[in-house]
């Protein structure tokens, strides 16, 4: 299916002019981050340079690749293919791998490099990349533990909503190699997020504790939203989106009814221009934070959902229209235009709120969702996922 069938000639040409502004923030920071990447998050909305050590680095990388795939201009794949050696020497010593977001990390940067290229160094880290997540997944529980230490009391058994965006890698793997055991982890994991992380009704939690012994359920909680039993608004979004991702891998069709919940439960909190705040719980109110990354990540996953959903679902244009109604919302009033300044793309973003971290900023993942969101709109774009 063509995305821009359902476009009318002023909405493509407003789709363009987001893009050329996307496009013109990058060529702004190529000289800045070669080696180096913005942080997680900007600081006065600019975004200070750092490592690759976080778990962030390949929403930078990501937006390179998809600059090159939308323009053939040469200098976005030169840039993306400057910031790969670090990405190989990150999974060949093993610099800060004890998280499942080593799906993140290299499916935008090895794997995107692989599916544009056909290069085989980067389908070689891929595959390195996937082995370490491998190595996070307990079978009892059937599920991928998120952060740290395997032997960390903490962490242990923890899952959270988000890694059903770094579950792609596992079913790429299995397809690159034959080997079923990445996919099976993958299932498994998409499975037990299905059962516990998705409440009654249709809101998730953020976090989960399984035993990693008796594979017993135990308890849910947030690290990032209001309260434990409030509604992270990124989460919901991943989980939007993350859901749809697996079943374009596994055509279960259990999958495609969770995503249309938290959807429509998404959907169902906007507020008046259409972007949320940073936990659902909030639909009005000036004292409480927009996040724009959200409802980018959201516009993304609504659109795999009108992508794969069958052409007599009465669903389908609701889900596309929503989220070309969101995108073009985040296009007139979240954009940085305003701030010459600022190296960042989308404002109004939250990273951590309980934590304090990038409140009201810019956040690399909400750049790189948006720009995603635009490339679906305007082109068949095959995904990196």
């Known amino acids: 299916m063509t995305q821009t069938h359902s476009l009318t000639a002023s909405d493509l040409e407003r789709l363009q002019e987001a893009a050329k502004f996307v496009l013109a923030k990058l060529d702004q920071n190529l000289s800045r981050f070669t080696e180096l990447f913005p942080a997680p998050a900007s600081e006065g909305l600019v975004y200070p340079a750092i490592v690759n050590e976080d778990w962030t680095a390949s929403f930078y990388t990501g937006m390179l ?86 032997d960390d009391p903490e962490q242990c058994g923890r899952m959270i909503i988000d890694c059903l965006m770094n579950l792609p890698l ?133 659109l795999e959902l009108a992508k794969q959903l069958p052409v007599d679902d009465p669903d389908k244009q609701h889900y596309y229209n929503a989220a070309l109604s969101m995108l073009s919302s985040l296009a007139k009033r979240y954009t940085t235009k305003d701030y010459p300044h600022s190296n960042g793309v989308l404002m109004h973003a939250v990273y951590n709120k309980p934590r304090g971290m990038g409140i009201d900023e810019c956040t690399i993942w909400g750049d790189y969702f948006y720009f995603e969101a635009l490339a679906r709109l305007m082109t068949d774009w095959r995904l990196y996922w």
């Not at 934070?289 to 980018?296: H, M």
Request: proline share 2%.
């Open 170 to 302: 596992l079913y790429w793997a299995s397809e690159e190699t034959d080997d079923a055991r990445y996919a099976d982890m993958a299932r498994s994991h998409v499975k037990q997020s299905a059962a516990y992380l998705v409440r009654p009704d249709h809101t998730s939690y953020h976090t989960y504790y399984m035993d990693v012994l008796s594979g017993a359920p135990k308890y849910g909680n947030t690290h990032q939203g209001y309260a434990d039993d409030s509604c992270w608004a990124r989460g919901q979004a991943w989980g939007i989106y993350g859901f749809m991702l697996s079943y374009a891998y596994t055509k279960d069709e259990s999958l495609i009814g969770v995503s249309k919940s938290l959807a429509d439960y998404f959907l169902s909190r906007l507020p008046e221009d259409g972007i949320v705040y940073w936990d659902l719980i909030f639909t009005e109110g000036i004292e409480q934070e927009r996040d724009s990354s959200a409802a980018a990540i959201a516009c993304c996953g609504l």
């Open 65 to 150: 690749w998809l600059a090159y795939e939308l323009t053939g201009e040469v200098r976005y794949r030169e840039a993306a293919e400057c910031q790969l050696p670090s990405y190989k020497r990150r999974v060949e010593e093993r610099i800060a791998i004890q998280t499942h977001d080593l799906g993140f990390l290299y499916s935008l940067s090895a794997v995107a490099s692989y599916r544009v290229t056909g290069g085989k160094e980067a389908r070689d880290m891929a595959l390195k990349a996937a082995e370490l997540l491998a190595e996070r997944y307990f079978p009892a529980a059937g599920i991928i533990q998120a952060w740290g230490d395997l």
